[in-house]
């Protein structure tokens, strides 16, 4: 189980990495809290709430990410993770309501009625509204713990959703999920400064050669000037 102190030092290096990656790709504006932002922690009381609100305990590493902060705004690979309501974070669960409101569109009230058993065998489908939602991509698709698949230390496994209903991934619980945003982003800076060192690289050979033809440029002016 992941400490707290392991927590923020994983939150810490994923902030690097991500802040380098968002301004190098995007250019974005990662110092405005509308376009970046870690949440401050999230109290005891607001723990609480929400597990009251989604009927079961808080997962021991997600409360450890809680408790370094409560939710990020765009945290990784497109995601943005919740925390407990507030108002810096009103748009992001307006998101969520937003999307669990579509659900209509790709299943009847039968269908979603007959996916609630379906869910517990058919680990590829999900009724995200039955699940304890944590993250949104603002483009329809969810993060969500599901409450069908916890391991015996309390852990339940990290689905992101694809068209609603569908599920895309699934991590063992939290913590794995964090690393593995971690090191997909890490990677994506990685990528990011070789393009960065490629492109400079053939800056400065088209620069000798610019300087290697201006010269040759001038001793041959040279030579003709000798002649006459």
């Given at each position: 189980m992941v400490s707290?102190?392991?927590?923020?030092r994983l939150c810490d290096t994923l902030d690097v990495a991500q802040r380098e990656y968002l301004i190098g790709t995007y250019q974005m504006r990662v110092d405005v809290p509308s376009v970046y932002k870690r949440f401050p922690p999230a109290t005891a009381a607001e723990i609480a709430k929400l597990e009251k609100e989604f009927g079961m305990k808080c997962p021991p590493s997600y409360r450890a990410f809680l408790k370094i902060q409560n939710g990020w705004r765009r945290?990784?690979?497109?995601?943005s993770l919740l925390g407990?309501?507030?108002?810096e974070s009103k748009d992001l669960q307006a998101t969520v309501k937003q999307t669990l409101g579509q659900t209509g569109a790709v299943a009847n009230e039968q269908?979603?009625?007959?996916?609630?058993?379906k869910e517990k065998k058919d680990p590829r489908l999900i009724h995200p509204a039955h699940h304890w939602i944590i993250g949104t991509d603002a483009n329809f698709n969810l993060l969500l713990f599901d409450r069908n698949r916890v391991s015996k230390d309390?852990?339940?496994?990290?689905?992101?959703?694809?068209?609603?209903?569908?599920?895309?991934?699934?991590w063992k619980n939290f913590e794995a999920y964090f690393k593995d945003v971690l090191r997909r982003v890490q990677?994506?800076?990685?990528?990011?400064?070789?393009?960065?060192?490629?492109?400079?690289?053939g800056k400065a050979v088209g620069s000798s050669s610019a300087s290697a033809g201006s010269k040759t440029r001038v001793a041959r002016q040279a030579g003709r000037s000798r002649r006459k």
């Amino acid at each position: 189980m992941v400490s707290i102190g392991e927590m923020k030092r994983l939150c810490d290096t994923l902030d690097v990495a991500q802040r380098e990656y968002l301004i190098g790709t995007y250019q974005m504006r990662v110092d405005v809290p509308s376009v970046y932002k870690r949440f401050p922690p999230a109290t005891a009381a607001e723990i609480a709430k929400l597990e009251k609100e989604f009927g079961m305990k808080c997962p021991p590493s997600y409360r450890a990410f809680l408790k370094i902060q409560n939710g990020w705004r765009r945290f990784g690979l497109g995601w943005s993770l919740l925390g407990a309501p507030r108002p810096e974070s009103k748009d992001l669960q307006a998101t969520v309501k937003q999307t669990l409101g579509q659900t209509g569109a790709v299943a009847n009230e039968q269908e979603l009625k007959d996916l609630l058993e379906k869910e517990k065998k058919d680990p590829r489908l999900i009724h995200p509204a039955h699940h304890w939602i944590i993250g949104t991509d603002a483009n329809f698709n969810l993060l969500l713990f599901d409450r069908n698949r916890v391991s015996k230390d309390g852990e339940p496994q990290v689905v992101s959703t694809r068209y609603i209903i569908h599920v895309e991934c699934r991590w063992k619980n939290f913590e794995a999920y964090f690393k593995d945003v971690l090191r997909r982003v890490q990677k994506r800076v990685q990528d990011q400064r070789a393009m960065a060192a490629k492109k400079e690289a053939g800056k400065a050979v088209g620069s000798s050669s610019a300087s290697a033809g201006s010269k040759t440029r001038v001793a041959r002016q040279a030579g003709r000037s000798r002649r006459k």
